[in-house]
């Protein structure tokens, strides 16, 4: 169970979801032990917030366990997102942890938003890899094409193939690169964000769905991911991303933790989902969600 998780699952605001999948992964597999990996390095984590002064163990989030993963990825993603919709249904927010980020589908399927804000540091606009749509490499494509949604901000992408790099200057595609991140952060100008004619994917009305690779961090920070990619984000510009977008978003994800690491990567994914409920919770004690709410 995740630390500071109530056993009662209709009080829930937020439920908590694992999907270990760890069918497609193209280099370093273990993606299966994320959502455990999660769990454990969080205990060590005080219920207190300083920066919303707030206690997790009052936010009313449930662990719901995992879903257990099986060959098929399409009837796994249909079935992990009857799961997650059941969570909405209940007017709570799903937070999946992964698993391989193929796992973002079926998040993106349960909430069906508007905008996924995706920290990645690849692109993940692949129609295929070798041979199948449904490889992590696709997922962002599969959520534009597939799904629905209207627009994807790709933060910290630093690589792609150049068909991915054509596709990505559509009209539908943001990618801010890590260089810039800190600098679109800031354009985001806290609550002003989430006024009518706002810059970025935050217009009122608009749903939103955040989705954070591990990946997109820096491998200096957390090497227990797949695909290692250099010169990434800080682990604080993904923090302040979480914090603003939390109060916009539907549902949540933190995916690709694999157990090749003495569990920096865990440790911060579970931050990050503690942070993502944090900033959502005192976004709507203040009435400052926005998305479908």
């Known amino acids: 169970m995740f ?18 999948l760890d069918a497609t992964t193209t280099f370093q597999p273990g993606t299966r032990f994320g959502p455990d990996r999660v769990r454990r390095f969080s205990e060590s984590y005080d219920d207190y917030d300083r920066n919303t002064e707030s206690r ?14 099986w060959d098929d990825v399409p009837a796994y993603l249909d079935h992990l997102a009857a799961e997650l919709r059941s969570v909405a249904y209940d007017d709570a927010v799903p937070l999946l942890v992964g698993g391989e980020h193929t796992v973002t589908y079926a998040g993106v399927e349960a909430v069906d938003p508007d905008v996924l ?20 490499a696709c997922v962002t494509r599969r959520c534009l094409d597939d799904l629905g949604v209207d627009r994807a901000v790709i933060v910290g992408a630093r690589t792609g193939s150049e068909a991915e790099w054509d596709r990505a200057a559509d009209a539908d595609v943001e990618v801010v ?14 609550d002003a964000a989430f006024d ?18 591990v990946d997109a961090v820096d491998p200096a920070y957390a090497p227990g991911t797949g695909t290692m990619e250099p010169f ?54 203040e009435g400052r969600t926005g998305g479908s709410e």
Do not use: I, M
């Open 3 to 20: 630390p500071g998780a109530t056993t009662d699952r209709e009080a829930a605001s937020y439920v908590v979801v694992g999907a270990p």
């Open 177 to 190: 690169a890590p260089e810039d991140a800190r600098e679109w952060l800031d354009a985001l100008d806290g």
């Open 117 to 136: 804000v995706v920290c990645d540091a690849h692109l993940d606009l692949r129609e295929e890899y070798d041979g199948n749509p449904w490889n992590h």
């Open 196 to 213: 009518d004619g706002a810059a970025g994917p935050f217009d009122a009305g608009n749903s939103v769905y955040c989705s954070v690779d």
């Open 56 to 69: 997790f163990s009052a936010l009313n989030v449930h662990d719901a366990g995992d879903v257990r993963p």
């Open 232 to 285: 990434g984000l800080e682990p604080r510009e993904v923090r302040d991303l979480v914090r603003a977008v939390a109060p916009r978003a539907d549902g949540f994800d933190v995916v690709e933790v694999n157990d090749r690491d003495d569990g920096q990567a865990a440790a911060l994914t579970g931050k990050l989902l503690r942070e993502f409920a944090h900033s959502h919770a005192s976004a709507v004690a």
